[in-house]
């Protein structure tokens, strides 16, 4: 191929490129908005018993004390089975399960919390409300997890 034939090609894959990269731009992340996080949130969710990198990638989009109290909790496991636990393994997919199949969200924002309304085919029976928070510019699930008793420690520990 001469030198003329290669910079057409050269110059097409750049303005490809370019094409491409202000697409991406464009495109909205789930993280942008509360209902896109929830919905991002339960796909990966609904695929972490046969995806690993799907619980990380859960463990993510949640708010900051969700992480607290997820770590707290594998450091507790860890400490009693010695076996290293990852917060992200916390989260047990097995055991996730929807009560109902979501059809609609509608986002109410106030300042940097938003509480989504999340109903099903019968908004009567199939509601929710799931709190998220912006965290460094994106929104995050605000996971509502019991907070963890107090440790007991033995008279004779020290």
């Not at 789930?30 to 859960?58: F, K, N, Y």
Request: net charge positive; charged share 30%.
């Amino acid at each position: 191929m001469h030198g003329l034939g290669r910079r057409r090609i050269g110059r097409r894959a750049a303005l490809l490129a370019a094409a491409a990269l202000l697409l991406s731009c464009g495109r909205q992340q789930p993280d942008d908005t509360p209902e896109g996080v929830i919905r991002a949130w339960i796909d990966l969710m609904q695929r972490a018993q046969a995806d690993p990198g799907a619980s990380l990638a859960a463990y993510d989009l949640l708010s900051r004390a969700a992480k607290e109290n997820l770590q707290e909790r594998a450091r507790r496991a860890t400490a009693a089975t010695g076996r290293l636990m990852p917060p992200e393994e916390m989260l047990v997919p097995s055991r996730f399960t929807l009560r109902f199949e979501p059809r609609q969200m509608k986002p109410r924002i106030a300042g940097d919390r938003a509480l989504v309304e999340v109903t099903g085919a019968d908004p009567a029976s199939e509601h929710a409300s799931v709190p998220c928070v912006r965290e460094d510019g994106h929104w995050r699930v605000d996971l509502m997890l019991p907070p963890l008793p107090e440790l007991e420690k033995r008279p004779d520990a020290g």
